[in-house]
């Protein structure tokens, strides 16, 4: 079994920041690339930021200047921080992995935090 756990979402003022965290835990050979989408009420889902095994980010353009994606290898974890938060930024963040296991790839997700950014 594979999970992917968030924390750190919550209620922030607009201009405020917030870092949310993803950790990937189970029988993982290699965590391939991870990411953050999101999805706002009434909206699809799409896509904050995602970063390479290697390190390399790519942002939505919405998002860049403001928001930092990073990852610590040695535990399993992505993070985002999200700085210069607006009101539109309000949505429920998922983390999203790219896994190698034992005999399969695929993507696995997290189950959602909500971030909320009053105005």
């Known amino acids: 079994q594979v999970q992917l756990v968030e924390s750190g979402g919550g209620l922030v003022q607009a201009g405020g920041s917030l870092r949310v965290s993803c950790a990937a835990s189970?029988?993982?050979?290699?965590?391939?690339?991870m990411g953050w989408y999101r999805q706002a009420p009434g909206k699809q889902r799409e896509l904050v930021a995602t970063i390479t095994s290697g390190g390399s980010p790519n942002y939505a353009d919405s998002v860049k200047g403001r928001f930092t994606i990073s990852r610590d290898n040695a535990k399993n974890t992505v993070y985002l921080q999200m700085n210069s938060l607006k009101p539109e930024d309000t949505a429920v963040y998922y983390c999203y992995a790219d896994l190698s296991r034992r005999f399969s790839r695929g993507d696995y997700w997290g189950q959602g935090t909500q971030v909320t950014v009053s105005s």
């Open positions: 189970g029988t993982i050979i290699k965590i391939n690339a």
